[in-house]
């Protein structure tokens, strides 16, 4: 499964930058990373994993602005087509797994 969380945040004022920028480093801080410029992602192994972040992430939502969380499976994931200009450009492939017997 993929998290991603989409936002568009003011950024107006020098408050607004702060609460902005302390928004994308709380991403960071929880395993995302990011795929565009408003855009970040994060890879669980299943739906119930993601809730704990999912509520942690609602935790943490700005006072002000537009916030989208967004639960996809890997095999949606991998139907994403991406590009850098117009050459086609692979996804990011999910993280290893630790297996132990």
Sequence with gaps: MWLFAMFDLPV???EERKEATRFRVFL???GFFRLQWSVYAKHFTSEEGAAGVRGRVRG??????HVRLLLVTDRQFGKME????RK???NEPPP???LLF
């Excluded at 943490?60 to 602005?65: K, M, N, Q, Y």
């Excluded at 991406?82 to 200009?85: D, E, M, T």
């Design 12 to 14: 107006g004022t020098k």
């Design 28 to 30: 960071l801080s929880q």
């Design 60 to 65: 943490a939502l700005p006072d002000r602005g």
């Design 82 to 85: 991406s590009f850098i200009g």
């Design 88 to 90: 086609q450009h692979g």
């Design 96 to 98: 290893e797994q630790l």
